[in-house]
């Protein structure tokens, strides 16, 4: 279900990117006339909150754990080492051996 | 290697110079090297000299940056340009996920849902199912 719901904020993240960019922008230059920043400023607080990518967490593909999830393999600690023991990690082994 | 002086007024200049060395793609580092002053006609010759290398460094830096697009920041103030440098990182953020081939397959989302509603009238007939709510350990802590 979190798995649901993180997805959900990956997909808006990623569709309002740009435009969370350029809002940042236009309020941050001091160059700009002020009413425009505000107009930025006030636009970039009215998006999503689920646009944001620091809400994103990333969950292990294939038991939605939140913690401990390696980025390289998208998986959490305990499903890597059942994979891994069971060999089906490409060139995974254990350090031991 | 580019030279440019700072903005120094060469007239009443009594104590150490810096030079600067500039590059398009970096801020100015300043080097130390230092000039101490010297006679005052002395200093008139060569500021000519060094006033005129500076104007043609400006120069070159500003034809350099219409040229290849650069934004130009010489006085330092703060600019929203680092934002606009990076990478949109939007689409590889959206792919964590990977696609599920069971979803496309009607049968197979049809089985699992009723295997997932009888699961829930087991649990219904026992007395174990989801409170009502406002029900819940929670909600009644709270109250």
């Given at each position: 279900?979190?798995?649901?719901?993180?997805?959900?904020?990956?997909?808006?993240?990623?569709?309002f990117?740009?435009?969370r960019?350029?809002?940042?922008?236009?309020?941050?230059?001091?160059?700009?006339?002020?009413?425009?920043?505000?107009?930025?400023?006030?636009?970039l607080?009215k998006l999503p909150?689920?646009n944001?990518?620091?809400?994103?967490?990333?969950?292990?593909?294939?038991?939605?754990?939140?913690?401990?999830?390696?980025?390289?393999?998208?998986?959490?600690?305990?499903?890597?080492?059942?994979?891994?023991?069971?060999?089906?990690?490409?060139?995974?082994?254990?350090?031991?051996? | 290697?580019?030279?440019?002086?700072?903005?120094?007024?060469?007239?009443?200049?009594?104590?150490?110079?810096?030079?600067?060395?500039?590059?398009?793609?970096?801020?100015?580092?300043?080097?130390?090297?230092?000039?101490?002053?010297?006679?005052?006609?002395?200093?008139?010759?060569?500021?000519?000299?060094?006033?005129?290398?500076?104007?043609?460094?400006?120069?070159?830096?500003?034809?350099?940056?219409?040229?290849?697009?650069?934004?130009?920041?010489?006085?330092?103030?703060?600019?929203?340009?680092?934002?606009?440098?990076?990478?949109?990182?939007?689409?590889?953020?959206?792919?964590?996920?990977?696609?599920?081939?069971?979803?496309?397959?009607?049968?197979?989302?049809?089985?699992?849902?009723?295997?997932?509603?009888?699961?829930?009238?087991?649990?219904?007939?026992?007395?174990?199912?989801?409170?009502?709510?406002?029900?819940?350990?929670?909600?009644?802590?709270?109250?």
């Open positions: 279900m979190s798995v649901c719901r993180d997805n959900h904020r990956r997909l808006l993240a990623e569709k990117e740009l435009r960019n350029l809002y940042k922008v236009l309020c941050k230059d001091t160059s700009l006339p002020d009413d425009l920043r505000e107009e930025s400023r006030y636009k607080s909150r689920n944001s990518f620091t809400r994103i967490r990333n969950r292990c593909i294939f038991s939605g754990r939140g913690r401990a999830v390696y980025e390289t393999f998208r998986i959490s600690r305990l499903v890597f080492r059942a994979l891994a023991n069971k060999g089906m990690l490409n060139g995974v082994k254990k350090a031991s051996r | 290697m580019d030279w440019a002086c700072k903005d120094v007024d060469w007239a009443c200049c009594t104590g150490p110079v810096y030079l600067t060395r500039t590059s398009s793609s970096r801020r100015a580092e300043s080097l130390p090297i230092v000039i101490f002053s010297e006679k005052r006609s002395e200093m008139a010759s060569r500021s000519l000299k060094s006033i005129l290398t500076a104007a043609v460094n400006t120069g070159v830096t500003e034809a350099r940056a219409r040229i290849f697009g650069h934004v130009l920041n010489p006085t330092g103030l703060k600019s929203a340009h680092k934002i606009l440098r990076k990478k949109l990182i939007g689409e590889k953020v959206a792919q964590w996920y990977p696609h599920d081939i069971r979803k496309d397959d009607p049968l197979v989302m049809e089985a699992e849902e009723k295997e997932r509603l009888n699961k829930l009238e087991m649990l219904k007939r026992r007395g174990k199912g989801p409170p009502k709510k406002g029900q819940g350990k929670r909600s009644k802590r709270k109250s």
